[in-house]
């Protein structure tokens, strides 16, 4: 019994243990390594999704920016043409009756 060590829930003997622990690690850091491929590689995916979406956030402010720009620009516009048209004869409505008397 000097000659069996308990592992697992059974008794094997002392020269296999080495050979059994060796491969079982080596089993547990192929896993480990493929874990933390996995890891790295959704990491790097959040990171370029980060990236695309600060990209976008920074599109987005752009558009809004040129948008707000444009709605000045046309209500200077609307303002001048109304002007415009108010200081204009041309541009007056007629009235039909009041050339008839």
Known sequence: ???LE???NSYWPRS???KMMSADMDAVDAENQVKLE???RLI???LELQHTLEDLSASVDAVKEENLK???ENQVLRQYIENFMSASGVFQT???K???K
Do not use: G
């Open 44 to 46: 790097n995916q959040v």
């Open 1 to 3: 019994q000097a000659d």
């Open 70 to 72: 444009l709605k000045s």
């Open 16 to 18: 296999l243990l080495p």
């Open 38 to 40: 996995e890891k790295t």
């Open 6 to 8: 308990f592992t697992s």
């Open 98 to 100: 009041s050339k008839r």
């Open 94 to 96: 007629t009235d039909t």
